[in-house]
């Protein structure tokens, strides 16, 4: 008897031990989840409970294979990145129906903790780049059940139908298994963000043309989006080309590709609710069509998240926190209006893709629009990066010239980006990049305004020029009344007292400093101290006081050096 009671009173102990155990695990393990938060028109991605910056980098399509990990990670640390984006391949990850791989998952999981980096994983499901090419095979196989689109001709088009039920309950299957995986496997928040599918839509045809489509295409068009849309209509439910004339076939297909993947997304969030965005490739703002080629839907992406179909993205996929846009060759202009529009009150800017000479310096442009993350594409050593660089004619340059210009934004920021982040999130920080022909930019902080200048003389005298190349960029935040932080490349920064009335920037000499007309008297900026430092862990360390010569004309960050500055102002 006492033998049989004390047998499950020791296991009874062993067991309340090792549950103990295991909770005490979980407890110390699990992490707060990340999550995307909006608070007076702002945004943040929330990381361990505290705003987190995405220094980012994308690798090329076929870089997440295990195999190619080892020319993954020495590119990741030659750029400092603090995020990598991987994609994640439906036809790896369920290769018979039902049956999930979560070899190479796990294998990016382990791998990314190992070299101290968080992940955003890419779903390659049912679109990638407009066309099924990530579907399963069995899927790929049997095109009756799974079928593509038709275009206006009859014929079937490279990419899927979104009317598909199967594809789409598949899709919905897979993507809750990888994230019911993430959730058992990831207590640390490895993973911050999912993308949900790539450069969804289709190129080549507007729409579907299916007689399913068509039929949809002649009905009603829902409420909810009449009424998102501010349409009135004579009839009480206009059909789509009553509802939309010319606009209706490209936004009847926004609104399909959109529902179909806000359900892949709930169907994910509903297992784990990490941030979810889907990602567009452009079409010209201020040209219609793809980068330098004007032109009709479907010539670029058509009913992917492209600038004129968001607010239709926003009603059919509640699902997604983000719309995204990928921004390749499209000229500085055009980079930078694409930056504004999708920096909305509804929409936190986040940058996943982008590449194109000289672009590099948009990472400040985007700080400036309070972005959460941002993210060259093809960053690794592989082969297939080697072929993105050739398409970029950038062949001649070795991997390290590749990312070089890159990597420069990230060594400054990346030891300070939660305090970047969280400043950015409170209001407190400007950032800004040449653009060609302006060689000054005013940032406005209350009683002060910070002067950028591009291209400045060595000595007082004379305008700013810009630079041969426009390479310049900075960012600004105010950090009390008269105390602000300071650092960029290749461009110079002064302050002056704002007024509304009169400025004068000086003379060589004591004139030289920048004044303003204040009640009848000119007031003159003062650099009481000019402190070059770092930031550890969250504190700024000073390694030298800056009130030399080399201040004399403002602050001037030349070379590429990373170089911060916290700077404390006053006045005579
Ligand atoms: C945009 C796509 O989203 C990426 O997956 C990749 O194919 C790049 N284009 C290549 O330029």
Redesign the pocket.
């Known amino acids: 008897m006492r033998m049989c009671s004390s047998v499950p009173t020791a296991l009874a102990a062993a067991l309340l031990v090792a549950t103990l155990h295991a909770q005490v695990q979980v407890q110390i393990d699990a992490r707060p989840i990340p999550r995307l938060v909006h608070q007076n028109r702002r945004f943040a991605l929330f990381v361990d409970d505290a705003p987190y910056l995405m220094l980012g980098a994308q690798v090329e399509?076929t870089a997440s294979w295990p195999a190619m990990l080892p020319k993954v990670w020495p590119a990741m640390e030659y750029l400092h990145v603090n995020t990598v984006e991987m994609p994640v391949y439906w036809e790896q990850f369920e290769p018979q129906p039902g049956i999930y791989n979560y070899t190479m998952v796990d294998t990016l999981i382990a791998e990314a903790r190992r070299h101290k980096v968080r992940l955003v994983l890419l779903w390659f499901g049912t679109w990638?780049?407009g066309s099924q090419h990530y579907m399963p095979e069995w899927m790929k196989l049997d095109t009756d059940r799974y079928p593509h689109m038709v275009g206006k001709d009859g014929n079937a088009v490279d990419s899927p139908s979104p009317y598909c039920a199967a594809s789409l309950e598949a899709d919905k299957a897979a993507f809750a298994a990888l994230m019911r995986r993430l959730k058992q496997a990831d207590p640390q928040r490895t993973v911050i963000m999912v993308q949900v599918e790539?450069?969804a839509g289709s190129w080549g045809s507007v729409r579907d043309y299916s007689p399913s489509a068509q039929k949809l295409f002649d009905a009603p068009v829902p409420s909810e989006l009449l009424a998102a849309m501010h349409i009135e209509s004579p009839s009480p439910s206009p059909n789509w080309q009553q509802a939309f004339g010319l606009d209706a076939e490209e936004y009847f297909h926004a609104w399909s590709v959109a529902s179909y993947i806000g359900q892949v997304a709930a169907a994910g969030k509903a297992v784990y609710p990490l941030p979810m965005y889907a990602?567009a490739?452009l079409r010209n703002p201020f040209h219609p069509g793809p980068p330098g080629h004007p032109g009709a839907p479907g010539a670029y992406e058509s009913g992917g998240p492209t600038d004129n179909v968001l607010d239709i993205w926003k009603v059919a996929a509640p699902g997604l926190d983000i719309l995204a846009p990928?921004i390749?060759e499209t000229g500085d202009d055009a980079y930078l209006k694409v930056l504004e529009l999708y920096r909305r009150d509804d929409n936190a800017l986040f940058v996943p893709?982008t590449?194109c000479p000289g672009c590099d310096r948009f990472f400040f442009s985007a700080l400036g629009l309070q972005t959460i993350g941002f993210s060259p594409?093809?960053m690794d050593y592989t082969r297939g990066a080697d072929f993105?660089r050739w398409?970029l004619h950038a062949e001649d340059s070795t991997q390290e010239e590749f990312l070089d210009p890159w990597a420069m934004n990230y060594r400054l920021v990346g030891p300070m980006q939660r305090e970047i982040a969280r400043l950015n999130f409170e209001g407190k920080l400007q950032a800004v990049a040449e653009e060609q022909g302006k060689t000054t930019q005013i940032l406005p902080f209350g009683s002060w305004d910070a002067v950028v200048s591009y291209g400045a003389p060595r000595y007082g005298e004379g305008p700013a020029t810009g630079n041969p190349k426009p390479i310049g960029r900075v960012l600004v935040a105010q950090l009390k009344d008269n105390l602000f932080l300071v650092a960029g490349y290749f461009c110079r920064v002064d302050f002056r007292p704002a007024s509304a009335g009169k400025h004068r920037t000086g003379e060589v000499g004591t004139e030289q400093n920048p004044s303003a007309l204040i009640d009848g008297k000119w007031r003159h900026r003062q650099f009481l101290r000019v402190e070059e430092g770092t930031y550890e862990n969250g504190v700024f360390k000073l390694l030298r006081i800056v009130n030399g010569g080399e201040t004399d004309w403002g602050l001037d960050f030349f070379g590429k050096e990373p170089m911060v500055l916290r700077v404390s102002l006053a006045t005579y």
């Open positions: 399509n990638k780049n790539n450069e990602n490739a990928d390749y893709e590449g594409f093809g993105y398409t």
